[in-house]
């Protein structure tokens, strides 16, 4: 365990002088290597290898496909069939955010597509119709957590990558638990409206459903493409990932029409930044992981554990907590990275399913998004809303406490994730 605690100390004394994550992980990967005597270039082999990866290829597409989607009109028409279902309602652009989501997170697979994508366009809208620019921020946070549960999912792909398990199966986990945090949010939402007296939208009308809804058609079929294809065994998650990117270019270009050959350049460097980002921090990671094996972390931590409690349900107790303190001060990639190698050999010694443990492990850290002071998703909406940290913090109270009533949902009914996959 001293290992451990070395690495820890390391990784959070560079966070601490302002390190970027990847880097501080990386670096306190090679003090961890130095101390264990291996050469200084295994961890550029280790990263490189760590990253050279078929499924991996899915992120870097899902990405470009939420950029896409985003520029060519995507988002907008999802907003507005959104809006024809659930405006009319008090509260109603509060609604539609969740919704559009909903809606969104099945395509994009991000929850920072997602926060920008729906968050961009009705952050503003929102505020102007005389809701706080607080609860218009928190509502588009909270509701993009849905983007990595609902399928499908980057971080899913990346706990299939490093575990084992998979991802389709997972995908499919994801769907309740998904549409329960939805709902949860929508009634949530509804409840505060209330009380805040927050404005209707336009009267419903089956007519401007069936129009916006003609219009969102091909955004809507989408997920549809994606979810029928990996489950039917057409094509795997990489390769759904790749019709996305392929399905959202001929949306855009040809037939909506609102984004052009110009734009792609653009979108390209967009996307590279942000891929870099997340693979420079998936190899750092992937180093980690591996050394924590090396030197028999996961062991010790299950020794740990298992000295404590073998019953299950406590042992999930135990790692959810310590999972949502990790969520508020390491991002979701790294803190998944990291902690999935360790932490599944304790669930699977007291018969968890894998399964569950990651799509349960997912949502938890998803809560770390939104959760100050490290939440990505938080700092997005407070940039989108011009507000700061702390009031974004005290609007936010009420949806974190649905969320991880919903965690603990799912903790004390497993079938809620594993219903679907049982069924495949």
């Not at 740990?304 to 999930?316: C, D, E, F, K, Q």
């Not at 107790?317 to 310590?322: E, S, T």
Request: glycine content about 10%; charged content about 10%; aromatic content about 8%.
């Amino acid at each position: 365990m001293d290992m451990l605690y070395i690495f820890l100390g390391a990784l959070f004394g560079f966070l601490l002088i302002g390190v970027p994550v990847a880097f501080s992980l990386g670096l306190a990967a090679l003090i961890m290597m130095n101390l264990q005597g291996f050469a200084n270039d295994v961890l550029v082999q280790k990263m490189v290898g760590g990253i050279d990866s078929f499924p991996l290829l899915a992120v870097p597409f899902f990405m470009l496909a939420g950029e896409i989607m985003n520029s060519g009109g995507i988002a907008r028409r999802i907003i507005d069939f959104s809006n024809s279902l659930v405006g009319h309602v008090t509260g109603g652009l509060g609604l539609v955010n969740i919704v559009a989501s909903m809606f969104f997170g099945g395509i994009s697979g991000s929850s920072v597509a997602d926060t920008a994508a729906i968050g961009g366009l009705l952050i503003p809208a929102m505020t102007e119709d005389g809701y706080d620019a607080e609860f218009s921020a928190a509502v588009t946070a909270s509701s993009s957590t849905m983007g990595i549960v609902i399928p499908p999912s980057i971080p899913m792909i990346l706990f299939g990558l490093i575990s084992g398990v998979s991802v389709v199966k997972m995908f499919m986990g994801g769907i309740i638990p998904g549409i329960l945090i939805g709902l949860s949010l929508l009634v949530l939402t509804y409840v505060i409206s209330k009380r805040r007296h927050y404005p209707k939208g336009e009267a419903f009308s089956l007519k401007r459903v069936f129009t916006t809804g003609r219009e969102a058609i091909w955004a809507i079929f989408l997920p549809v493409i994606i979810i029928g294809g990996i489950v039917s065994g057409k094509f795997t998650p990489t390769e759904a990932a790749v019709i996305a990117v392929v399905y959202a270019l001929v949306v855009s270009l040809v037939i909506y029409k609102e984004m052009t050959v110009k734009d792609l350049p653009r979108i390209l460097i967009e996307t590279g930044k942000t891929t870099g980002i997340v693979m420079f921090v998936a190899g750092s990671a992937m180093v980690v992981a591996w050394l924590l094996t090396v030197v028999q972390i996961p062991q010790s931590i299950a020794t740990t554990v298992l000295g404590i409690t073998r019953n299950p349900l406590l042992v999930l107790l135990i790692v959810n907590f310590f999972l949502l303190l990790v969520g508020m001060v390491m991002d979701l990639t790294p803190a998944l990275l990291i902690l999935a190698p360790v932490l599944l050999p304790v669930a699977l010694e007291v018969g968890i399913n894998p399964i569950f443990f990651g799509v349960m492990m997912v949502i938890n850290l998803g809560i770390g998004l939104v959760t100050p002071p490290v939440g990505t998703i938080l700092y997005i909406a407070c940039g989108i809303a011009k507000i700061n940290l702390e009031q974004i913090t005290k609007a936010m109270l009420p949806f974190l406490a649905t969320q991880v009533a919903v965690l603990i949902l799912i903790i004390l009914f497993p079938q809620l994730v594993l219903w679907i996959p049982s069924l495949m």
